[in-house]
Every structure is written in C-alpha cells, then in structure tokens.
C-alpha cells in the first residue's frame, strides 16, 4: 500500500515539472517571435510606434473627455450590395453585344421562318418549336424598328396600338370584311370582331355566357387555340376570365404579335406532334372560333390533347366549320355531305373521350369533360379506341410527343367526386391550397410551405416597389413575366394591379409547379431558358428572375439568358434579377453591356445575406432610319 503511495506521488511530481517546463518553453519561444516582429518593422522604437493610435489627437481629446469608454459599440453594418461594385468605367460600358442588323428586329429564334423550312410539313411539324444550336446564336440585341414608340397603356390598347410597334397591314387587307384589324393614320385599331364574331367578341361572349355559367367564378382560366389576334382573350378579361391564347407563325402574319402589343396573353404555338406546354387539368374552358384544326383526324389526337389539359368538367366550345354547316356550307365552298362527315367524327370522337355535348345553338357548340373517369372506365366495353394511357406523367410537356390515348383522372370514390379535389371559385381560387398540395402529390409542399410562401412575395412585392417606382405606378406595366415562379407568389401578389404575368416554371426545377400555378387561378408555361420562348421581340413590359441564373449557372452561359431577356424585353422596361451576390456580380456586368441602367442592392435578408437583387432597366434605342442605314452601309462597303 506504501509503494502504490509513493508512486502516485511521483508522478503527480512528474507531471507538474513537465507542465512547468511546457510553459516555460512556449512563453521563450512567443518572446523570440515578438522580438523577430519589431526588428523586421524597423526596430523596437518603430515598432511602438506602430502600435500608436492613426489619429492621436482624436484619442487623446476622447481620453481626456472621458467619452472613449462611454461610447458604445456599433455593429451595424456600414457597406451595402451597392459597395461590392465600383462605378463601370467607360472601357467596361464598351458595346461588345452589338445590335443585330435591322432585319432581325422581330426574330423568333425557335419559330424561324428559314429554319422551318428543313422540317417536315405532315400535321404542321414544320411549325412547332425548332431551336438555333450554339452555333447559330446571334450573339447581338435585337433592334426595335424604326419609329417605335412606348407601348399604349390598357385599357386603351385592347383597342388601338401604334402602328409602328407592328408595321404591318397583311391581316387588313385579308380579313377585312371580317372586323379583325384596321389602319387607321399612325395607329392600327381593333374593332373586336373574329371570323365567327364579325359583330365583335364582347356580343359572341354575351352568346357564350347564355349557354353556360361566365360570371360565378367556376371559370377562371381559358385556352384559345388558333386565336387569331386574340380579341376573345381581350374581352373575356372583363369576366375575370384569364386567356392563354395562342397561333403559329403562319400566313396570318404577326397575329401573336398584335396579341402582345394590345396587352393580351398570348404564345406562339400550335397543334402538331408534340404536347402543348401546359400541365394536364390546367383549364377551366377551351376555344376554337374556325381555329382550322382538324379535329377529327389523326384518330382525334388533337381533341386528345385538349382533353389532358381540360380541367374535370371543364368547357370546349366549337364554333365555325363545321358547325350550323346547314347554314353556311355554301360560303364555306364546301358540300353538305363533307361537312356533315366532319362533324360525325367530331362527334365521335369526343364521345369516345366520355365528353358530354351540352348544347348546339347557332354557331356555338359546347361539349363537358366528365368530373371523374369512373363512367368511362367502364365504357371503354363499348369504346375501345383511346385506351388510356400507362405509365405516362400527364404534366409532363415540353418536347413530349402527343399519344392517342386517354389521360386518366386522379381516382374518385363515388360519381359525383371531383377527380383531383375540387377547386375554389374565383376570387378565393387564388390564396385558397391547391388540391395539388392537399393531396400530398408534390413531395415536401405543404399547405404550411404554401401559406408562408404567398405571404413572403406580398412582403417582397412591397419592397420591389419601394426600389422600382414604375412597378408602383399603376399601368406603367401591362405584360409581366416570371422567370421562375414556384407557386406564382409573384403573380397572386399584382393581382390588384392591372397586369398579366406570364408564370413560367423552368423544365430543370426540382418540383414541376405549373399545376399549382393553374389551380390558383393564374396561367403560364414550361421553359427551358438555355433556349428561346415561343414569343416575339419586345413582348414584355417587366421581368422577374428568381434564382434563374443559379439554376442554369451550369447549363448554358449567362450572357445567352440575358440576350434572351433583351430580346423580349420592350424599350424602357424593367428587370429585377434576384441571386446569390456572386453570381449577380457576373451577371451586372453583361446587363452593361447589353446598355442597361442597372444597381445592386440588398434582398430582405440585410447586408449579411448572401442573397441580392439586380434592378435594370433596358435603354431606349432603335434601328436607323432607312436612308441612314444605306449611307452606313455604303460607307462601309467604300
């Protein structure tokens, strides 16, 4: 017992002169460096010296006062988003994305006119989406033509635009008798009629709303197909009734075109061989006016892809050949026999989809999707052709090619279900969760995730308009697209304000939320921004970007994004880019050289996040004057 004693004795002594030699060592040692410090800054009279306050009358006046040790700490912060940026010189402000030549100034990249041509005309292929490859980017802005001036403001423009935005007078002449479009002095005007409508789109509605229920909010969202200069989207507008309308750039020149300029949704597109960009149940009401599609060939496939973007009991309304063909199959120049035929099928077919046909009157047709599949599961005994589709995502549609099957319906328990949920009626429509989000379909969204979201864009609506004061000016902005929209916050936050925006849900984001878009009461597309949008220069007056360049930081390159957005940008619009600071240093740089007025401020998260918002507005500039283009030119080519 003495012996283990004395052991613990010595090596507590042990461990204690050990200890004792370790701090002696480290203080010698911390002394040898201080030392080396002051003689290598010049000596240990230097090296006091550099010890001493920068401004030593200040502190002594603060030491005497007494205030030096009263005065408390600032943690505030003192440098902003701003800072991170010096002004751009002039060699910066270079031009290094020229103006493309004059003849560019309503370039479509993915509906190029030359380009169409390589591709194949059965079912109109040759007209779908067909993108530049990298090659063939135009690495310049495309210029505004000559003359144009700032967009008219709604309401007035559904009714009248300026002529030299969109100089053309072909619709004039070839639908003249039909109340489409007149040129009147220095403005084209919009009389409100359509090929069936010559008396103007608001009395056809009128009709419309006698057959089914406009008013009471069950419907929201509209697709018009072939929709001519879109005048049934611009009235129904006033039923609180939002209209995606689209056309392909056809004969009936510049039609989306007029669309855009008036103040109304509107894309190019058409019906051929791949889906339409739109989610399936996406719309309350469908709309063809002598749209020329042919319904009933190609085993209905087209009245098939209606059907998957067609809400459960949703609308399709008819008019024009071949209905009332008893009455008009002389003017069509067509026998009554084709015609009738053409009607059969479409009969036919829309049985076979388990559509009931509500009411045939005048011109007007009008067809409902059932609200569940339940009947027609059964049915399919009788109607073997369209099977429905297997293992197939229905919101799946960006290059996804059509198939003549049946989209099912989520499953319903009893015949007089909703498949899906039902929706809100409209204004409630709109903060009500979407059954998409109910039913758990989208993984990790919840009502909670939902709520809190449509709370936070109103907090950043606020202050966007504190820093944007056009945004804040009601109807400086009439066409407003989102880049990325999530849930569309953005959009449900303006609904007060006179605007559209256009939601468009990158094709690459983790969670496909264009469904919840639509069953909110708003409307937009699929996109991938590596590629142009089906849509025509100067089409929009504002642009949000959220995180759209962090999500293709490495898929494409910036600079080819931002050409993009000038393109479809109109002259004096605005941007706001929303990232990570790094990437908006990137991205401010290119926005100079494209000639925007740009600044950099701090997001709602401070000085300390990482977060930041770019605002920009695009110059106003555009081409030359004919005469003084020949003269450039001529001095060029001497």
């Known amino acids: 017992m003495g012996t283990f004693s004395h052991l613990i004795h010595y090596i507590t002594l042990k461990t204690k002169k050990l200890r004792f030699y370790y701090i002696a060592g480290t203080t010698i040692l911390c002394s040898i460096f201080y030392l080396i ?21 200040a502190a002594a006046a603060a030491a005497s006062s007494g205030s030096a040790s009263n005065k408390p700490l600032d943690f505030t912060a003192h440098h902003s988003a701003g800072d991170l940026l010096r002004a751009p010189s002039s060699a910066v402000r270079a031009i290094h994305l020229p103006p493309c030549d004059p003849k560019f100034s309503e370039y479509t990249p993915c509906e190029d006119v030359d380009r169409s041509l390589k591709f194949d005309r059965v079912r109109l292929i040759y007209r779908e989406r067909h993108c530049p490859v990298r090659d063939e980017l135009l690495k310049c802005r495309i210029p505004p033509p000559y003359g144009y001036r700032k967009p008219v403001r709604w309401p007035e423009s559904r009714r009248s635009v300026w002529f030299a935005n969109v100089p053309h007078k072909h619709l004039t002449v070839e639908k003249a008798g039909q109340n489409w479009v007149r040129v009147e002095g220095d403005r084209i005007r919009f009389p409100g009629g359509g090929t069936m409508f010559p008396k103007g789109a608001d009395v056809y509605i009128d009709e419309i709303g006698k057959l089914i229920n406009l008013r009471d909010g069950s419907i929201r969202t509209a697709i018009d197909t072939g929709c001519g200069v879109a005048s049934w989207g611009a009235y129904l507008l006033s039923w609180n009734i939002l209209t995606m309308s689209f056309a392909p750039r056809d004969t009936h020149e510049a039609q989306v075109q007029f669309a855009l300029e008036r103040g109304v949704p509107a894309l190019i597109g058409v019906l051929a061989s791949i889906r339409l960009p739109y989610p399936s149940r996406a719309f309350d009401m469908a709309h063809c006016s002598r749209c020329l599609i042919p319904w009933g060939q190609h085993d209905g496939i087209y009245l098939i892809e209606v059907d998957r973007i067609l809400r459960p009991g949703g609308y399709w309304i008819l008019s024009g050949p071949p209905i009332n063909w008893e009455k008009h199959w002389k003017g069509w120049q067509r026998t009554r026999e084709d015609l009738k035929a053409e009607q059969d099928v479409i009969e036919s077919v829309a049985k076979s989809l388990c559509w009931k046909k509500l009411v045939q009157r005048d011109d007007l047709a ?29 919101d799946e549609a960006w290059y996804t090619k059509m198939e003549t099957c049946l989209t099912p319906l989520p499953e319903a328990s009893n015949i007089k279900e909703i498949a899906g949920g039902e929706l809100a009626k409209w204004p409630e429509r709109l903060t009500a969760v979407p059954p998409r989000i109910t039913s758990g379909s989208l993984e990790g969204i919840t009502a909670e995730v939902f709520t809190k979201d449509t709370e936070l864009w109103k907090k950043r609506l606020s202050a966007y308009k504190t820093f944007d004061y ?13 880049m990325n929209s999530h849930f569309g916050g953005f959009a449900a936050a303006l609904v007060d304000d006179p605007v559209w925006v256009m939601n468009s849900v990158p094709v690459e984001a983790e969670v496909n939320t264009l469904g919840v878009i639509y069953e909110r009461g708003l409307i937009g597309t699929y996109q991938n921004w590596c590629e142009a949008m089906s849509t025509y220069p100067r089409t929009y007056d504002f642009i949000h970007a959220d995180s759209v360049f962090s999500l293709y930081k490495n898929r494409c390159d910036a600079e080819y994004i931002l050409l993009e957005m000038d393109r479809i940008l109109r002259p004096q619009g605005s941007v706001i880019i929303r990232d990570d600071v790094d990437v908006l240093v990137n991205v401010k740089g290119i926005a100079n050289e494209l000639q925007w007025e740009t600044r950099m401020v701090d997001s709602e998260g401070g000085p300390y996040g990482r977060e930041k918002l770019l605002f920009a507005v695009k110059t106003y500039w555009t081409s030359p004057q004919a005469d003084e283009q020949n003269q450039q030119g001529s001095k060029t080519v001497s």
């Open 470 to 482: 056009q945004l804040a000016e009601k109807g400086r902005y009439r066409n407003l697209l989102d």
């Open 37 to 57: 410090g002051i003689w290598r800054q010049g000596g240990i009279v230097a090296g006091a010296a550099s010890l001493r306050p920068c401004n030593t009358s």
């Open 366 to 394: 009008i067809w409902r999707k059932p609200t569940n599949h339940i009947h027609c599961i059964i049915n399919r005994k009788v109607f073997k052709k369209p099977r429905f589709c297997q293992a197939q995502d229905p």
